[in-house]
C-alpha cells in the first residue's frame, strides 16, 4: 500500500514539477545571447577605468596620488611631472600632470575607491568588462589605454538607462530580435 | 638644574622648571596646542594666533608661545571660548589659500593640512572669490607661491637667524603682507631651510618639483655625503630612485635638526644618474678604451694583475667613503698586499692634529652654548655650513663672543667681536703668536696686524665665563696643527673649558684619518708604488702624479680625472644605495643606510675591495655584512671599541668616538720649523679686502654637485629669468646664457595661470 | 591488504588498514556539491558514515591578516570577498563596528537603505542556496529559478553600488552614494513578482515527496547539541532554538519592523530548509515596510573628521577639500579600544571584534563567521547517515567557504 501511494505521490510531484517547468517554455527569455547580443550594466557599474579630458582634450588628471593613497590593492602606479609649458601646449589642464599612469588590472578588485578619492573628476569607471588578456603582462594598462581618447569601447554592453526597471531591461534585450532563440 | 615653580594647566598641577615656554610645557605634558608660526628655534613671531590659552587674571586670550611660566600660573588650554577663537583664526587662514591641495607637492605633508583638520571648520562662510596669485620661481630650486601663504614669517626668520643673510623678508603691510626678495630673486647661499620650515606649499624644491608624494616615499634616515658636520638627513626614495632629500623633523631627528644646505638638500640627483658608470670597465692596452666587463671577468683581472705587483701595490682611499669601505682598503694593504703603501686623498692632513690633540672635540651642541669661539682660517659658511648655522645662533642668541682670524674678510667676519685680518700666507706666525706672547710685535708685524690686537685676544680669551672653542680650517701648516692642538692651556680662561673644532672638507676625513692608522702621505704612496687600487677619485691637483703607472684600479661612481688613468675602472655604490658609518667633524659616528639597491651593477666599496681580496686568496671574514665590516673595525680601532650598528640606531643621541687626548709634548721641533717659516713671511704683504661671493665654494661645480641641473645655473652667477612664472631650467641654458628656442615658453603670461586658477 | 614497504626510516609507522569493515572516501574539494573546496574525509562502513572530518583551508587568503595592513576604510573591500554571497551583510557588520568604536550616529535613511539592501541580499542568498541545495540533491530547474530571482536582486545591488558580488556599497558613517533613480520603483516590482516566484518554489521543492523523502529525518541535532556546537542562523532555530540578533540585539532600527522568526522543531534537513523559505517571507515583509520608510534625507552621518565631505563642497571649499585629501591619502584615527559586533547574516550570526589602537588602521580584526561554526556541526549531523545524504547536510548547513577559509 505504501508503495504504492509512494509512486503516486511521487508521479504527482514530478507531473506538478513538469507543468511548471513547461510552462517557462512560451514565455519570456531572460538569458541574455552574449556576446551576440549586448549584456546590458547599470549606469554605475564599475568596468575598467577612464581618465578623463577637459573640453579642450587636456587630461585632467593632476597627478595627485590621492587615488593610489585610497587603492586597497596597490594597483595604481603615478609618476607625475611638471609641466611648464603654457596651457595651450601642455598635456594635461594643470601644470602637474601624470607622466605615468598605470593600472594593474591583474591587481585592481574594481572597488570604486580611487573614484571617490579624485578630486578633479578625472578617472571614473568605464563599462569594459572585457579585459581578460592572453599574456599576464597584459594586464598593465597604461595611459594610452586607460584615456578616454584612446580606449576602445567594446560592443558587447549597454548601459541602461537610470530609471529603467528590471523587467524593461529584458524587453529591450526582446525587441533586438531573439525572443526565441533558444 | 633652575628652579621648580608650579602651574596649573587644566586643573591639573605640574612642577615646571622657570623661564620655561608655556607652549612647550603644555605640549610636553599632553596638551595638544597647535601653532603655526612658533618654531622652538627660532625667534617668537606670535601671528597665526592659534596657540591661545586662557590664563588666569589676564584679560584676554594669551598667546601661549610668548608667556614663560610664573609660579602659580593658571591655564586653561581648552575650552569653548578658546576654540571658538581657533577655528576663526583657522577660517581666516583659508580665507584665501587656493584650493591646490591636489597640484601642491606640499600636500600629505603639510601642516596647515594638519592643523585646519584638527581645528578646521568644515563650514566656510568666504565664498569671496580669492585673490589670485600665479606661482613663480624665486631662484631656480625655490619655487614660490604667495597665495599660500599664511604669513608665519618662519621663512624669513630663519634666513636671518640661521643663515645670518636675510634674502627672503615681508613685505607690504596687513593684508597685503608678502613674502618676497629683494629684486625679486633669491642670491642667496640657496640653503633652502625657507622651505623645509614652511608650513604651507608657499616655498617647494624647485628640484623635487611635482615628483611624487610623501606616502609614496620611503624614507631612509641617513647622513650627509657632501659636509664634514654630519648633517643627519632623510633620503625620500621610492622604487630604486632617490626623489628627495629633507630633515623635516617628522621622518629625522638629527643633530643638525632641520638644518641642510644647498649641497645636502639639493644635489643629489647623482644618484640615478644616467651618466653612472653601469658596469666594471677594463681598458686592456695603454692609451686604448675602457672596455665594459662583467664582475667576474675584471675581479679576475684586477686579482691577476694586482699579484704580478707583488708588493708594489699601494692604497688610496677618499676621505668619501664610508668607515668600512677605507678600512676594508686599509685591510687590503696590510693583509693582502703586505705593504705600508696606504694614504687618504684629502685635502689636508687631519693626522698631525689628532696625534697631539690636547682637548677634546666640541659637539655641535657645546658650540651653539659656547661663550668664545675662535676661528682661525677656514670658511665655515661655505664648507662647514652647519658649524656656521651654530655659531652665528650662538653669538646672535646667547651672545657669544666670536673671534675670527683670516686673511680674507669672510661674510662671518660681519658678526665677529673681533676680525684679526692678517696676511694672506702668515697662519703660521699667528700660531706662534699664540704660544710665545714675548714676541708679539715681531709677530703682528708678520701678521699684518696691531700688537693690540693680539692684546685683545688674550684679554678676550682670559674674561671668558664659559667654555671656549677653537675652530681652524686647512690653511694651517701641518707644524701649526700639531702646535695648536697641543696649546689648550694657551685657551684657558678663568673658567674655562677648551675644546677643538677642525674644520676639515670631508664628509668622512675624519673617519679616514682614524682608520688609516700609519699611513703616509699621498705623494710618498704614488711614488712608491706601481701599482694602485683607488677607492674614490684623487684631487684633481693630484692626478697628474698617477701618469705611467703599470696598473691602476679605481673604485668610483663616475668617469673622472682619475679614471683616465686607470686600466680598471669598478663601479662603486653611492652613499644612498650602501650601509655604513661616517665619523663627522665633532667625532660622532653615524649610520648611512641603504635607501636604495645599488644602481646598475655597482657594489659597495668594502665589497669590491673584498671580492678583490677574495680573488688574491684572503678572506677578510665579513662574510658580505656591513656589520661584520663595522665590528672588525670597532676590534681593532681603539676609538671606535666597543661601538656596534645597534649602538648608533638612534639618530638623535649620537655616539661620540674616543680619540684620545694627548698631554702637553715637546714640540720644540715643530717650533723650529715654524720660527723658520714665519722668519721667511715678508712684513709687506697685499691683504685681501674683498668679501667672497655667497656660495662661491657651495655652487662650487663638482663631480657630485653638476649633476643637479640647477647648480649649473648657480655657479653661473645664477642669472634672473625674464619670466618668474617658469622654471629657470627652461630658460637658461646650463651655462648661464638665455636659451631662445623656448622663448615662447618664458613668454607664458601671467593671465594663462590666473585663468586657469579661476575656474575652480 | 598489506603492502610490502621497504626502505622506509625506522621510526615512519605504516598503517594498515583492513578494507573490509571501513574505508576512506575523500570528497571534494573539486566535488560540485562541496559547495566550494571543501574536502570531506569520509570513514564510510559500507554506505554509512562513521566519522566525517572536514578539511578546510584550500580558500585560505589571509584576510584578517591583510586588514591590519589597510586603512579602516579600505578594509570594506575585503569583507566583501568573505561570504560572497552575503557581501552586503559582511559591509555592515564591518563598518558598523568601526561605528561603534567612533561613536558615529547613521541618519535614518542610511539605516532604512542599509536594511532593504541587506534584506535584498539575504534574499539573494538564500535563493542560492535553495538552488545549490536543490542542484545536489537532483532537482535542476530550481536552480534556475532561483537564479532568475538573484538576478534580479543582483540587478538591484549594480544599479545602487556599482558592483554585482562584490559591492562595497556602505561607508563608514553612512552609504557610498544615495540609491538611483528608479530604484524603489524597481525594488517594488521586483517584490511583486517575488511571492509568484516563492510560489513555485513550494511547488516544485516543498511540496514534493521525493523532496520529503530525501529531507526529512536527516542530519538531526537536538537543540541541546545545536546550542553545544555553536550553530546559528537557520541551522539554530531549525533545531527549535529561537534566537536571532535582528529581533534579540536589534541593530539598524530593526526593532521597528514587523517581522517573525521563523522556528521549526525538528533538527533535521527539512525543519532548517522550512526555517530559510520561511525566512524569505519574512526578508519580503521588511523588504516592503522600508520602501515605505524610505524618506529623503542625508546618507552620511555628520563626522566631518570621518566621512568624505560632499564632493560640490570639495570642488569649492578649502576645508572640505583639505578633510578630503587627508581623510583619503591617511585616514581617519579611531578612538582606541576593542569592539564585539554581530549581526544577523542570512547564515547565522557574523560577528567582528576590531581592536583599535588609535591609529588609521585596525590593529586585528577577527570575524566570527557563521558558515566556519556551523561546519563544525557536520560530523555531528552525518554520523551514521548515508554517503548521499551528506551532500544534503551540506546543503543545509548553507556554507561558504570563502568564509571559513578567510
Known amino acids: 500500500m505504501s508503495i504504492l501511494s509512494d509512486v503516486f505521490k511521487s508521479t504527482k510531484a514530478v507531473i506538478l514539477g513538469m507543468k511548471r517547468t513547461l510552462s517557462e517554455i512560451p514565455r519570456e527569455k531572460w538569458t541574455v545571447q552574449y556576446p551576440d547580443v549586448p549584456v546590458t550594466v547599470q549606469p554605475r557599474y564599475r568596468g575598467q577605468h577612464l581618465l578623463h579630458v577637459d573640453e579642450n582634450g587636456k587630461e585632467k588628471c593632476v597627478a595627485c596620488y590621492l587615488c593610489a593613497a585610497a587603492c586597497p590593492s596597490e594597483c595604481i602606479y603615478i609618476e607625475a611631472q611638471d609641466d611648464p609649458r603654457p596651457y595651450e601646449e601642455r598635456v594635461g589642464r594643470d601644470e602637474r600632470y601624470a607622466k605615468v599612469y598605470n593600472i594593474d588590472y591583474g591587481r585592481c578588485i574594481f572597488c570604486g575607491f580611487c573614484v571617490e578619492a579624485c578630486p578633479k573628476d578625472a578617472i571614473t569607471h568605464g563599462y569594459n568588462f572585457e579585459i581578460s588578456v592572453y599574456n599576464r603582462a597584459d594586464l598593465l594598462k597604461t595611459k594610452d589605454d586607460l584615456l578616454i581618447t584612446k580606449q576602445k569601447q567594446s560592443k558587447n554592453y549597454r548601459v541602461a538607462l537610470s530609471t529603467e526597471d528590471v523587467d524593461s531591461e529584458y524587453k529591450e534585450v526582446d525587441s533586438v530580435g531573439i525572443k526565441f532563440r533558444l | 638644574m633652575s628652579e621648580l615653580i608650579k602651574v596649573t594647566i587644566n586643573e591639573q598641577d605640574f612642577e615646571v622648571e622657570k623661564g620655561a615656554r608655556l607652549i ?5 605634558k599632553g596638551f595638544n596646542i ?24 589676564m584679560p584676554k586670550l594669551q598667546t601661549s608661545c610668548t608667556i614663560t611660566c610664573t609660579d602659580g600660573m593658571i591655564v586653561t588650554t581648552q575650552s569653548e571660548e578658546i576654540e571658538k577663537a581657533q577655528r576663526a583664526m583657522s577660517e581666516f587662514l583659508l580665507a584665501n589659500h587656493p584650493l591646490d591641495c591636489p597640484v601642491c607637492d606640499r600636500g600629505g605633508e603639510c601642516e596647515l593640512q594638519e592643523m585646519i583638520f584638527d581645528w578646521g571648520d568644515v563650514e566656510e562662510r568666504f565664498t569671496e572669490k580669492k585673490n589670485v596669485e600665479p606661482e613663480k620661481f624665486l631662484s631656480p630650486i625655490v619655487a614660490n607661491d604667495p597665495q599660500r601663504c599664511i604669513v608665519c614669517k618662519r621663512c624669513t626668520r630663519v634666513c636671518d637667524e640661521w643663515m645670518g643673510e636675510d634674502a627672503i623678508e615681508a613685505g607690504n603691510r596687513g593684508v597685503n603682507t608678502v613674502i618676497g626678495t629683494y629684486g625679486g630673486w633669491l642670491n642667496c647661499s640657496q640653503c633652502g631651510n625657507c622651505i623645509e620650515v614652511c608650513p604651507t606649499g608657499t616655498l617647494l624644491d624647485g628640484v623635487y618639483r611635482h615628483e611624487t608624494r610623501p606616502w609614496e616615499l620611503d624614507q631612509t634616515i641617513t647622513t650627509d655625503v657632501y659636509g664634514s658636520d654630519g648633517m643627519q638627513l632623510s633620503i625620500g626614495s621610492r622604487g630604486g630612485l632617490v626623489h628627495r632629500i629633507v630633515a623635516r623633523d617628522r621622518y629625522v631627528n638629527g643633530l643638525n635638526g632641520e638644518f641642510l644646505d644647498v649641497k645636502a638638500r639639493f644635489a643629489h640627483e647623482f644618484v640615478n644618474h644616467p651618466d653612472r658608470i653601469k658596469t666594471p670597465l677594463i681598458r686592456y692596452k695603454k692609451g686604448g678604451k675602457l672596455i665594459p666587463a662583467t664582475w667576474d671577468e675584471a675581479i679576475h683581472f684586477v686579482g691577476q694583475k694586482l699579484t704580478e705587483s707583488g708588493k708594489n701595490v699601494g692604497v688610496v682611499a677618499s676621505p668619501r667613503l664610508t668607515n668600512e669601505a677605507i678600512f676594508t682598503l686599509k685591510r687590503f694593504a696590510k693583509e693582502v698586499v703586505g705593504t705600508d703603501n696606504y694614504a687618504v686623498s684629502d685635502r689636508y692632513d687631519l693626522s698631525v692634529f689628532f696625534d697631539n690633540l690636547s682637548a677634546p672635540l666640541a659637539t655641535h651642541k657645546e658650540i651653539r652654548k659656547a661663550k668664545t669661539l675662535v676661528l682661525i682660517g677656514g670658511e665655515p659658511e661655505e664648507e662647514q655650513t652647519f658649524t656656521a648655522k651654530q655659531m652665528r645662533q650662538a653669538v646672535r642668541n646667547d651672545g657669544a663672543k666670536l673671534i675670527i682670524v683670516n686673511h680674507t674678510p669672510i661674510r662671518l667676519s660681519a658678526q665677529a667681536s673681533q676680525f684679526i685680518h692678517i696676511n694672506p700666507n702668515s697662519y703660521d706666525a699667528f700660531v706662534l703668536a699664540l704660544t710665545d706672547s714675548a714676541n708679539d710685535d715681531a709677530n703682528a708685524k708678520k701678521l699684518g696686524i696691531e700688537t693690540k690686537d693680539l692684546a685683545d685676544f688674550r684679554q678676550t680669551l682670559s674674561e671668558t665665563e664659559g667654555d671656549t672653542v677653537v675652530m681652524f680650517g686647512g690653511d694651517l701648516s701641518p707644524q701649526a696643527q700639531s702646535v695648536l692642538a697641543n696649546s689648550a692651556d694657551a685657551f684657558d680662561g678663568t673658567n674655562a673649558k677648551v675644546l677643538f673644532h677642525p674644520l676639515p672638507l670631508y664628509n668622512n676625513s675624519v673617519g679616514a684619518n682614524d682608520l688609516m692608522e700609519g699611513k703616509k702621505s ?6 712608491n708604488s706601481k701599482a694602485l687600487l683607488i677607492g674614490g677619485s684623487l684631487q684633481e691637483a693630484d692626478t697628474n702624479l698617477l701618469a705611467n703607472k703599470d696598473f691602476i684600479v679605481v673604485q668610483e661612481l663616475f668617469e673622472t680625472e682619475t679614471t683616465k688613468y686607470a686600466d680598471v675602472v669598478l663601479p662603486a655604490a653611492s652613499f644612498a644605495e650602501v650601509d655604513g658609518t661616517f665619523t663627522n667633524n665633532t667625532g660622532f659616528v653615524q649610520r648611512v643606510r641603504q635607501a636604495i ?63 684620545a687626548i694627548s698631554a702637553k709634548k715637546d714640540l720644540s721641533k715643530e717650533f723650529d720649523v715654524l720660527k723658520s717659516n714665519v722668519e721667511k713671511l715678508s712684513d709687506e704683504a697685499n691683504k685681501l679686502t674683498a668679501t667672497p661671493r655667497v656660495g662661491h665654494k657651495l655652487h662650487r661645480l663638482t663631480t657630485l654637485t653638476s649633476k643637479t641641473a640647477q647648480f649649473h645655473l648657480l655657479a653661473h652667477g645664477n642669472p634672473k629669468p625674464e619670466n618668474l612664472l617658469v622654471s629657470p631650467l627652461v630658460q637658461f641654458n646650463l651655462d648661464g646664457t638665455p636659451r631662445t628656442e623656448t622663448a615662447d615658453a618664458a613668454a607664458v603670461g601671467v593671465t594663462d595661470r590666473i585663468n586657469l586658477k579661476v575656474e575652480y | 591488504m598489506s603492502v610490502a614497504v621497504e626502505n622506509l626510516p625506522k621510526d615512519v609507522e605504516v598503517l594498515d588498514q583492513p578494507l573490509e569493515s ?18 570531506l574525509d569520509l570513514r564510510l562502513d559500507g554506505e554509512l558514515v562513521v566519522k566525517a572530518i572536514p578539511d578546510i583551508g584550500y580558500l585560505h587568503t589571509g584576510m584578517e591578516k591583510l586588514f591590519e595592513y589597510k586603512k579602516y576604510q579600505q578594509g570594506i573591500v575585503i569583507t566583501d570577498r568573505m561570504d560572497y554571497l552575503n557581501p552586503l551583510g559582511n559591509n555592515l557588520v564591518y563598518v558598523m563596528a568601526a561605528e561603534k568604536l567612533l561613536q558615529l550616529e547613521i541618519p535614518e535613511r542610511a539605516q532604512t537603505v542599509r536594511v532593504l539592501m541587506c534584506e535584498l541580499q539575504r534574499i539573494a542568498s538564500h535563493m542560492v542556496w535553495l538552488g545549490t541545495h536543490c542542484l545536489d540533491i537532483g532537482a535542476m530547474s530550481v536552480f534556475f529559478f532561483c537564479f532568475r530571482e538573484r538576478e534580479k536582486i543582483l540587478n538591484m545591488i549594480e544599479s545602487a553600488s556599482g558592483g554585482r558580488m562584490t559591492p562595497s556599497y ?9 540609491l538611483p533613480a528608479g530604484f524603489e520603483s524597481r525594488c517594488k516590482q521586483f517584490l511583486d513578482g517575488f511571492l509568484d516566484a516563492m510560489n513555485t518554489f513550494e511547488t516544485l521543492v516543498t511540496g514534493n515527496t521525493i523532496w520529503q523523502s530525501r529531507t526529512q529525518g536527516i542530519g538531526i541535532i537536538s537543540s541541546e547539541e545545536a546550542i553545544d556546537w555553536g550553530l546559528t542562523g537557520p541551522c539554530l532555530r531549525g533545531s527549535g532554538v529561537d534566537l536571532d540578533l535582528r529581533r534579540d540585539n536589534p541593530y539598524s532600527g530593526y526593532e521597528t519592523y514587523d517581522f517573525e522568526i521563523p522556528v521549526e522543531n525538528d533538527g533535521d534537513v527539512w525543519a532548517r530548509f522550512k526555517v530559510r523559505m520561511r525566512e524569505c517571507y519574512e526578508s519580503y515583509k521588511i523588504v516592503k515596510q522600508a520602501l515605505e520608510r524610505l524618506k529623503p534625507g542625508p546618507i552620511k552621518a555628520d563626522a566631518p573628521k570621518v566621512v568624505l565631505p560632499d564632493r560640490d563642497d570639495m570642488r569649492k571649499h578649502m576645508d572640505s577639500l583639505i578633510h578630503h585629501f587627508l581623510i583619503v591619502a591617511e585616514g581617519f584615527n579611531v578612538p582606541e579600544g576593542e569592539v564585539y ?4 547574516a542570512s547564515k547565522g550570526e557574523l560577528g567582528v571584534y576590531m581592536k583599535s589602537n588609535g591609529g588609521p588602521k585596525p590593529e586585528r580584526v577577527h570575524f566570527r563567521g557563521p558558515s566556519f561554526v556551523n561546519l563544525q556541526a557536520l560530523p555531528v549531523m552525518s554520523e551514521g547517515e548515508m554517503v548521499a545524504d551528506v551532500v544534503a547536510i551540506i546543503g543545509s548547513l548553507d556554507i561558504v567557504l570563502g568564509e571559513i577559509d578567510r
Open chain 2, 24 to 28: 612647550d610645557v603644555c605640549r610636553e
Open chain 2, 34 to 57: 597647535p601653532s603655526f608660526c612658533y618654531y622652538s628655534d627660532l625667534a617668537l613671531q606670535a601671528s597665526c594666533r592659534m596657540c591661545l590659552v586662557r590664563i588666569e587674571k
Open chain 2, 522 to 527: 699621498l705623494s710618498e704612496v704614488l711614488k
Open chain 2, 597 to 659: 639597491e645599488p644602481v646598475n651593477q655597482s657594489k659597495a666599496d668594502w665589497m669590491i675591495t673584498t671580492l678583490i681580496a677574495r680573488e688574491m686568496g684572503a678572506d677578510f671574514g665579513y662574510n658580505f655584512s656591513a656589520t661584520m665590516v663595522f665590528k672588525a673595525i670597532a676590534d681593532s680601532v681603539s676609538a671606535y671599541e666597543g661601538l656596534r650598528y645597534p649602538a648608533l640606531k638612534d639618530e638623535s643621541k649620537p655616539v661620540q668616538v674616543k680619540h
Open chain 3, 22 to 39: 571501513e574505508m576512506t572516501l575523500s570528497m571534494g574539494p573539486q566535488h560540485p556539491s562541496t559547495h566550494g573546496v571543501l574536502r
Open chain 3, 170 to 178: 556602505f561607508r563608514i558613517g553612512g552609504l557610498m552614494m544615495d
Open chain 3, 341 to 344: 559586533h554581530a549581526i544577523e
